[in-house]
């Protein structure tokens, strides 16, 4: 078959990896079935957080989980992060192959009971992979083509740190009284979650991708690796999401309250 006639699925690595994780790709509470979104009716940019659907997003929390201001906003936090950066944590780890989710890139909708929020990936987003992924040579416009992992790294901070969750942080601190570093230890163990949840699936040292990921996000120190009994990493944190405020409270794996 000639080059030209090859239609790579550009998130192919990332649905494996979720099918694996989940045993589906598309039925996960949280994200879009298959992840990209080729109709956008109903859908949203992410990138209208900051202003009209803040409080949409807020107020579910709140309803959901029958918390103060604070809390629901934390938790709420803690859930989106944790889902929007899924796909690009994958998509690193398992091919070195990032979908940039920027706030225009990524989209939303609230209308489905189970989650608080469904994420998805507007079609023809842009794809960051390395100079011998596959797609280099496919010549899609959507897929940008780094120089080296390090390069690959900073694409993966720019478009969800500094042009997506950045402003969003901004707009929730602005919103409720909830310290930033709070709402970064969230991002933090999200990340870091999300690749101990596919080691089996992943190849390589889950503790390294963790440290390069973080490193990236200048989020590594506020959490900790440790060994359990079952020879795998456990995740403690340095910072607390507040679920044990709630009207039922919670104490996560590895929160900060917890006696060691």
């Given amino acids: ?25 598309t039925e996960i509470p949280g994200l ?66 990032v979908p940039l989710l920027t706030a225009t890139d990524a989209v939303m909708r609230f209308d489905d009971p189970r989650p608080l929020i469904t994420l998805g990936i507007r079609r023809g987003a842009t794809i960051a992979v390395l100079p011998n992924d596959p797609l280099a040579l496919s010549g899609r416009p959507e897929v940008r083509v ?17 042009e997506h969750l950045t402003p969003l942080l901004d707009a929730v601190h602005g919103r409720v009284r909830l310290g930033k570093r709070t709402l970064l230890g969230s991002l933090a163990s999200g990340v870091a979650y999300g690749v101990l949840r596919s080691a089996d699936a992943v190849a390589g040292p889950s503790a390294e991708t963790i440290d390069r990921l973080l490193t990236a996000l200048g989020v590594r120190d506020l959490i900790e690796l440790h060994p359990n009994n ?3 990493l456990d995740v403690r944190r340095k910072t607390c999401c507040l679920a044990f405020t709630l009207p039922q409270p919670k104490v996560c794996p590895g929160c900060c309250i917890k006696t060691p």
């Fill in 146 to 162: 780094v120089s080296d992992e390090d390069a690959l790294l900073a694409e993966f901070r720019r478009s969800i740190l500094d």
């Fill in 32 to 97: 879009a079935p298959g992840l990209v979104v080729p109709d956008m009716a109903g859908w949203t940019p992410t990138a209208r957080l900051t202003d009209v659907h803040l409080d949409t997003l807020l107020d579910a929390a709140r309803r959901r989980w029958n918390a103060q201001p604070h809390a629901a906003a934390a938790l709420a936090w803690k859930a989106y992060t944790y889902w929007l950066t899924l796909p690009a944590v994958l998509g690193w780890a398992s091919a070195r192959r």
């Fill in 230 to 232: 079952q020879g795998r």
């Fill in 1 to 25: 078959m000639e080059l030209t006639q090859i239609r790579p699925r550009p998130l192919a690595p990332v649905t494996a990896t979720l099918r694996a994780m989940f045993g589906t790709s």
